[in-house]
């Protein structure tokens, strides 16, 4: 069987990029063809996303794809960041512009739903964790807004395939974030649509990871490369798909997917729903192959992305390295921030949301120019974060954790990296920045290979191998930046 030709999506809320896989014979070669810049925006108060701006975006990356492939492009799959949705029209189209999960509605929509059943009611059913992120409460804020729950919603990975040909489907993985899933099953808690009063028929039907959805139809279909592509559903939630990117043998690691967010967990075979789970806001997110992505979500790199945004807005720039090679010349800090604080949360004047957490422990605030100073706070305390986090899963899953496999775009942070391991004490391991996009490739080809449950989706293993080969197959300078930097690493240890 011939290798198939690919492209991956991967949507992310700062960046999102459109990659093509070709092969060499049998060695694989990845280019990221298209990249460009996504952010939410205000829309009259309210956080929201430019969805024409993605869409618009996506199908230059396709067509710069078509152009680039000398074969037809056999399938492609998108995956992007979880809980946003956007409700539907009856021609398909989106209805408004979807709202960012940043938006501060949901402050209210929580409390009311907490109101009508409680969270540890809500996790005995999901074995997810309370964040008001979570669809859930974004779909229950949408009566706030007028929006009736009867429209039909897709999560925004899934519109991206549905609006290039493919039908309504809730990717399994994408479907367990909503916090609507039911817990250890691939279906739909109807009791919590009916107590919340969420309209199930509005919900898409969930499928498998790996699953074929349809074929590229409307324009982009009319060009050579895209005139028979299938439409997978990868994991499409984007951790997932970094997860699954991880090549990794054994029972005996745990992850970071390093990025805006960082997401600190394991995999599991089953859904641990302890009390001690509980009370620790673990979630048990759906992986690939059948596997439970035991983790917590922990602020990650939006902190100090926020805090350039703001210097930015008042004139100074200053850049993201540049800052990595100040801090690691100073001092340990004074203070380590609770970088889950709800506040740190919300966008604005990061600066100011961090001076006002140290002031409120006891601690003079930092110069507003101290920008090595703010930036050293916020890796020292990620790093902590991250190791209370691991010993958390420790103690709770019993699993002996020897390894930590860093992937994501903080994986090339060199300086927290070496924070990390000196907190967790841990063995770290450095996977590929773009571990969402090997991950989204690696199921594509189990997929078409066949290695696929019909009650799971593709197979663990068959990932895991498709995942080992596509380890190197990024271009020439990024993996020599890798290397690079891991072999910087291991030296500072």
Same mark, same amino acid.
């Given at each position: 069987?011939?290798?198939?030709?690919?492209?991956?999506?991967?949507?992310?809320?700062?960046?999102?990029?459109?990659?093509?896989?070709?092969?060499?014979?049998?060695?694989?070669?990845?280019?990221?063809?298209?990249?460009?810049?996504?952010?939410?925006?205000?829309?009259?108060?309210?956080?929201?996303?430019?969805?024409?701006?993605?869409?618009?975006?996506?199908?230059?990356?396709?067509?710069?794809?078509?152009?680039?492939?000398?074969?037809?492009?056999?399938?492609?799959?998108?995956?992007?960041?979880?809980?946003?949705?956007?409700?539907?029209?009856?021609?398909?189209?989106?209805?408004?512009?979807?709202?960012?999960?940043?938006?501060?509605?949901?402050?209210?929509?929580?409390?009311?739903?907490?109101?009508?059943?409680?969270?540890?009611?809500?996790?005995?059913?999901?074995?997810?964790?309370?964040? &008001?992120?979570?669809?859930?409460?974004?779909?229950?804020?949408?009566?706030?807004?007028?929006?009736?729950?009867?429209?039909?919603?897709?999560?925004?990975?899934?519109?991206?395939?549905?609006?290039?040909?493919? &039908?309504?489907?809730?990717?399994?993985?994408?479907?367990?974030?909503?916090?609507?899933?039911?817990?250890?099953?691939?279906?739909?808690?109807?009791?919590?649509?009916?107590?919340?009063?969420?309209?199930?028929?509005?919900?898409?039907?969930?499928?498998?990871?790996?699953?074929?959805?349809? &074929?590229?139809?409307?324009?982009?279909?009319?060009?050579?490369?895209?005139?028979?592509?299938?439409?997978?559903?990868?994991?499409?939630?984007?951790?997932?798909?970094?997860?699954?990117?991880?090549?990794?043998?054994?029972?005996?690691?745990?992850?970071?997917?390093?990025?805006?967010?960082?997401?600190?967990?394991?995999?599991?075979?089953?859904?641990?729903?302890?009390?001690?789970?509980?009370?620790?806001?673990?979630?048990?997110?759906?992986?690939?192959?059948?596997?439970?992505?035991?983790?917590?979500?922990?602020?990650?790199?939006?902190?100090?992305?926020?805090?350039?945004?703001?210097?930015?807005?008042?004139?100074?720039?200053?850049?993201?390295?540049?800052?990595?090679?100040?801090?690691?010349?100073?001092?340990?800090?004074?203070?380590?921030?609770?970088?889950?604080?709800?506040?740190?949360?919300?966008?604005?004047?990061?600066?100011?949301?961090?001076?006002?957490?140290?002031?409120?422990?006891?601690?003079?605030?930092? &110069?507003?120019?101290?920008?090595?100073g703010f930036a050293s706070t916020?890796?020292?305390?990620?790093?902590?974060?991250?190791?209370?986090?691991?010993?958390?899963?420790t103690a709770t899953t019993g699993?002996?954790?020897?390894?930590?496999?860093?992937?994501?775009?903080?994986?090339?942070?060199?300086?927290?990296?070496?924070?990390?391991?000196?907190?967790?004490?841990?063995?770290?391991?450095?996977?590929?920045?773009?571990?969402?996009?090997?991950?989204?490739?690696?199921?594509?080809?189990?997929?078409?290979?066949?290695?696929?449950?019909?009650?799971?989706?593709?197979?663990?293993?068959?990932?895991?191998?498709?995942?080992?080969?596509?380890?190197?197959?990024?271009?020439?300078?990024?993996?020599?930046?890798?290397?690079?930097?891991?072999?910087?690493?291991?030296?500072?240890?």
């Amino acid at each position: 069987m011939q290798l198939p030709v690919l492209v991956a999506v991967d949507l992310g809320a700062e960046s999102c990029r459109v990659s093509l896989l070709t092969w060499e014979g049998s060695v694989p070669v990845v280019r990221l063809v298209h990249r460009f810049p996504n952010a939410p925006k205000d829309d009259g108060g309210t956080l929201t996303w430019d969805i024409r701006a993605i869409v618009a975006g996506v199908e230059d990356g396709l067509r710069l794809c078509a152009e680039a492939s000398e074969r037809a492009i056999d399938a492609m799959g998108v995956d992007g960041w979880a809980v946003d949705y956007i409700r539907l029209g009856s021609d398909g189209k989106a209805i408004r512009e979807p709202f960012c999960y940043r938006d501060e509605r949901t402050v209210r929509s929580e409390k009311e739903v907490h109101e009508i059943i409680s969270p540890d009611r809500l996790y005995g059913l999901t074995g997810i964790q309370l964040l &008001r992120l979570n669809t859930l409460y974004q779909l229950y804020a949408d009566s706030q807004c007028g929006i009736e729950q009867k429209v039909p919603w897709l999560n925004l990975p899934e519109y991206i395939t549905h609006h290039l040909g493919g &039908r309504c489907v809730a990717e399994y993985t994408n479907a367990t974030h909503t916090g609507l899933v039911s817990l250890g099953k691939h279906e739909w808690c109807q009791k919590l649509f009916s107590r919340t009063g969420l309209d199930i028929t509005a919900a898409p039907p969930i499928e498998s990871t790996g699953s074929f959805v349809g &074929r590229m139809r409307g324009p982009l279909s009319e060009l050579a490369a895209f005139h028979n592509t299938r439409l997978i559903v990868p994991a499409t939630h984007d951790t997932a798909s970094a997860i699954a990117g991880i090549s990794a043998e054994g029972d005996d690691w745990a992850f970071i997917s390093s990025g805006t967010w960082s997401l600190v967990g394991t995999l599991l075979s089953e859904p641990c729903v302890s009390d001690r789970a509980r009370n620790k806001n673990f979630t048990n997110l759906g992986g690939a192959g059948g596997k439970i992505c035991f983790l917590k979500n922990v602020n990650g790199m939006w902190l100090l992305k926020q805090c350039i945004d703001y210097w930015q807005s008042q004139g100074n720039d200053c850049a993201i390295d540049a800052l990595v090679h100040e801090c690691a010349e100073l001092p340990p800090p004074d203070h380590l921030l609770d970088v889950d604080d709800p506040d740190l949360l919300l966008p604005g004047d990061m600066p100011g949301k961090i001076n006002a957490q140290r002031e409120h422990s006891g601690k003079r605030p930092l &110069r507003v120019d101290d920008y090595a100073g703010f930036a050293s706070t916020i890796f020292h305390s990620l790093a902590a974060r991250y190791a209370e986090v691991l010993q958390d899963i420790t103690a709770t899953t019993g699993k002996k954790i020897k390894r930590l496999c860093i992937v994501g775009g903080g994986s090339r942070n060199m300086l927290l990296n070496q924070l990390t391991a000196a907190r967790t004490g841990l063995e770290v391991r450095l996977g590929s920045a773009e571990s969402a996009t090997v991950g989204n490739f690696a199921i594509q080809l189990a997929a078409f290979h066949g290695d696929y449950d019909p009650c799971t989706g593709v197979r663990a293993a068959a990932v895991a191998k498709w995942a080992d080969i596509l380890a190197s197959a990024f271009p020439a300078d990024l993996q020599g930046a890798r290397e690079r930097n891991q072999a910087a690493f291991a030296a500072r240890r």
